[in-house]
């Protein structure tokens, strides 16, 4: 069996995620970075980068409560999160600096997420080198989006860039690491960034 076809395999992840009525089984690699890091705060604001399917953002959903707010932003329309209160859905490319003016007015938050992946073409080089972008985007729009002590989590495919990234994350936030959570599919070659502690005086 190759890896596309261990890939359309439903897993434990997938059935539960089903079960549990979450959009994707992704939504397990972010609670385990909450369990570990408490990065999402009760009551708190939420930028989630990338949102589609929408899982993410049920997450941080269910944690931040009533009193807090999630905004969701994606390529595409995300039609199963229009229902949801406290929750503000956006098409929109973090690349377009009119957006990004919008988001900072809804600011500042006090986590950034970002389980965002870069169309892939099968070529790993290629494929690696676009989720570096995308995560060094992600990582450059902190000083305008998110709050002193703020966190960040960016998922990256691992290509030769991780710690020249993780080296931003250190010089912007008190913490910084490379998390692979138990969730990530074995043969995936993809790593969350995680930086707590945002700090704009660095």
């Not at 059935?15 to 999402?40: C, D, M, P, W």
Request: one cysteine or more; hydrophobic letters at 40%; aromatic letters at 6%.
């Amino acid at each position: 069996m190759g890896r596309g076809d261990r890939r359309s395999q439903p897993d434990h992840y997938s059935i539960r995620a089903r079960k549990e009525g979450f959009a994707a089984r992704s939504i397990y690699k972010l609670q385990e970075i909450q369990r570990k890091y408490a990065v999402i705060p009760t009551g708190g604001r939420v930028l989630d980068i990338g949102a589609a399917p929408g899982s993410w953002t049920q997450f941080a959903h269910s944690v931040v409560g009533p009193t807090g707010h999630v905004v969701a932003v994606d390529l595409s329309p995300l039609p199963e999160l229009e229902d949801f209160t406290n929750v503000t859905p956006i098409v929109g490319d973090i690349f377009d600096t009119a957006l990004i003016e919008s988001l900072a007015a809804r600011g500042p938050f006090h986590t950034v997420i970002s389980d965002a992946a870069p169309p892939t073409t099968g070529n790993r080089t290629v494929d690696t080198s676009r989720s570096a972008a995308l995560v060094e985007q992600v990582i450059s729009l902190c000083p305008a989006l998110l709050r002193d002590g703020g966190t960040l989590i960016a998922k990256l495919f691992q290509g030769g860039e991780e710690q020249s990234l993780l080296a931003q994350v250190r010089s912007r936030f008190s913490m910084g690491r490379l998390v692979k959570p138990r969730a990530s599919r074995s043969e995936s070659f993809e790593v969350f960034l995680v930086g707590t502690g945002y700090t704009s005086q660095r």
